[in-house]
């Protein structure tokens, strides 16, 4: 897939995980994309996964066709592009990022100029108190939409409920998680919300061994608080197979049916909306393949 002037030679190919859910390609990868595209007219702007799984199920269930990292770097070169700029959609400096890199080891001298943005949350250390400024406006983009879909959007940090019975809702977030060292991002994303003063705001993930993120811990510590209602939501630029099985599906597993098994809760609420395709985490992307251009 590329967009954009049929004769520039200065492209920006957005590489995602991918998703085998339609429409939170459409959405969240895709708003992505066509944020970079009104920022940048002058660049092309081209399309590329790197989860070979994802790319053989859209081949064979949407009959849909998408190219790999190295495919679509071939094809750069066969477009004649010489400027180009790598901007991936991907969380964090993690596997998926090492990988992109390692391909784009083989291609570095055969463009006039090559360069690669930030991940989402840009450059991170190993300490868990830690955050970067782009943790910041992605927490703040995330709880403003988190707050407005339920309802809540006036309700400020740390603010007391009018009835001092009612603790409001507690708000869990569903990260991917890995095995990689790159999973503190979600124990600084904990430390993050408990400085900007929210109690109300827990940090889980689906994989990795981390007792700090594990759910079934969070779970406990949400009894523990109180809470009654409790929202869950991915804290993943994509809303795709975690966010609408793992999280909210019918599964005993899944998020919901274990907040649902303890009978500690009076409402479970799911959102299912990735951060892709909120405006102020494009803007984010946006302004990462500035920063290299």
């Not at 859910?21 to 959405?27: E, Q, S, V």
């Not at 066969?78 to 080891?105: C, D, F, N, V, W």
Request: aromatic share 6%; charged share 25%; hydrophobic share 40%.
């Amino acid at each position: 897939m590329r967009k954009g002037p049929v004769m520039s030679e200065k492209e920006i190919l957005v590489v995602s995980f991918g998703s085998s859910f339609a429409g939170a390609r459409k959405t969240d990868i895709g708003g992505i994309e066509e944020a970079l595209a009104r920022a940048y007219p002058d660049y092309r702007i081209a399309r590329a996964f790197s989860s070979p799984r994802v790319i053989r199920h859209m081949h064979r269930e949407d009959q849909e066709q998408v190219d790999s990292v190295s495919q679509a770097l071939e094809g750069a070169l066969a477009a004649g592009i010489k400027q180009l700029i790598l901007q991936p959609t991907y969380l964090m400096h993690g596997i998926e990022y090492e990988l992109m890199i390692r391909i784009l080891s083989g291609y570095r001298d055969r463009f006039a100029s090559l360069a690669v943005g930030q991940p989402l949350l840009g450059e991170t250390d190993q300490n868990p108190a830690h955050y970067t400024e782009d943790m910041v406006r992605v927490s703040r983009a995330l709880l403003e939409n988190a707050w407005k879909e339920a309802g809540l959007l006036n309700r400020k940090p740390g603010q007391d409920p009018v009835d001092k019975a009612d603790k409001g809702p507690a708000l869990v977030l569903m990260g991917h998680g890995t095995e990689h060292r790159a999973h503190i991002v979600y124990q600084q994303f904990q430390s993050l919300f408990s400085d900007q003063g929210r109690k109300d705001v827990f940090v889980a993930t689906v994989d990795g061994d981390c007792p700090e993120t594990d759910i079934h811990n969070i779970l406990s510590e949400v009894q523990r608080e109180g809470f009654k209602h409790v929202i869950l939501r991915p804290l993943m630029v994509v809303a795709g197979d975690h966010a609408n099985n793992d999280m909210a599906g019918d599964r005993e597993d899944s998020w919901k049916n274990l907040f649902t098994a303890t009978g500690s809760f009076e409402e479970i609420e799911c959102q299912l909306g990735g951060l892709g395709r909120l405006e102020k985490i494009q803007q984010i992307y946006v302004d990462h393949a500035a920063a290299v251009m």
